[in-house]
């Protein structure tokens, strides 16, 4: 069952189905799904996968969570996974990601390398999760930069491309010369409107250079495709998923974030880059309060 973006947002719903593909192609298992858009609420697009026999299904995305609780607790010897969420039902297996490690390196590197000392920050749907990727890169931003303003708004969606390129002009017309959006599908319309400006930008949840190669100078990668795979992996070999409550962040290679491309890093920004990704992987860094 995909995020409420569904197919084609170019990052999170799109990152999972491509890890289901890799399973289906390099397995031999085969799946199904279903869209928002198709089945009008979570619990009849859940319901409909239990009921054609599905060995795991997997929900993406936090909004799921309520839904798929429902009917897990209809279907206690289903075996059930979420993305992004955590629940205590026996029969849910729960993957999260540090989103704030690799938000945090995107903010030092927006941090060092603004010009008007102003930087942004859009979230799609004001939730707990989405306050990590803005808290992680407010305090990358202020750990190199501390007098930089730091302008955040929220979308209040994850499906609206046209909402996100308004935002990044309103933030652009205020002086934002790098923004970083956490939106999903909207995310994708500040990432056209800051190349369109002549700005920079960052992409989330997968590597998105390709949609603003003028604009978009890295990517903080969840490796939602990677978490899926190998837990479908270990169930295709052994039967069982071990691990309940798996937390993915640097260290375990959850989070990473693309290469640095457009600008250039000066060897004292790459050495300062470097330091603190290697704080954040050995666990000297502390990012969130």
């Not at 938000?103 to 989405?130: C, H, R, W, Y």
């Not at 250079?209 to 795979?229: N, R």
């Not at 837990?231 to 959850?254: A, P, R």
Request: proline share 2%.
């Amino acid at each position: 069952m995909l995020s409420d973006a569904g197919l084609g947002d170019q990052s999170f719903s799109d990152l999972g189905f491509a890890g289901l593909e890799k399973a289906r192609d390099e397995l031999g298992i085969s799946f199904d799904y279903r869209e928002l858009k198709d089945t009008k609420t979570y619990e009849q697009g859940l319901e409909e996968l239990v009921e054609e026999g599905n060995d795991l299904i997997i929900g993406l995305g936090f909004a799921i969570q309520e839904a798929m609780e429902t009917v897990a607790e209809k279907y206690p010897d289903t075996e059930f996974l979420i993305i992004d969420s955590q629940s205590d039902l026996p029969n849910i297996n729960n993957i999260t990601f540090k989103e704030e490690e690799g938000s945090f390196l995107i903010g030092v590197v927006a941090g060092m390398k603004t010009q008007s000392n102003v930087v942004g920050f859009v979230g799609g749907e004001d939730a707990p999760l989405i306050h990590k990727f803005e808290q992680g890169f407010i305090n990358g931003v202020k750990a190199v930069n501390p007098e930089a303003q730091i302008l955040s708004k929220y979308a209040g969606t994850f499906g609206d491309d046209k909402l996100g390129e308004s935002i990044a002009k309103e933030m652009i017309t205020a002086g934002a010369d790098y923004i970083y959006p956490a939106a999903g599908f909207t995310g994708v319309g500040v990432l056209l409107e800051s190349q369109r400006a002549g700005t920079y930008s960052f992409g989330v949840d997968s590597d998105q250079f390709y949609l603003a190669e003028k604009s978009v100078v890295s990517s903080m990668v969840k490796q939602v495709d990677v978490a899926i795979y190998d837990t479908v992996k270990e169930l295709v070999e052994t039967g069982t998923i071990s691990e309940k409550n798996k937390v993915l962040g640097f260290k375990e290679n959850g989070v990473v974030i693309a290469p640095i491309r457009v600008i250039k890093l000066s060897e004292t920004e790459q050495k300062t880059l470097d330091q603190f990704t290697e704080g954040i992987s050995n666990g000297s860094i502390t990012i969130l309060d």
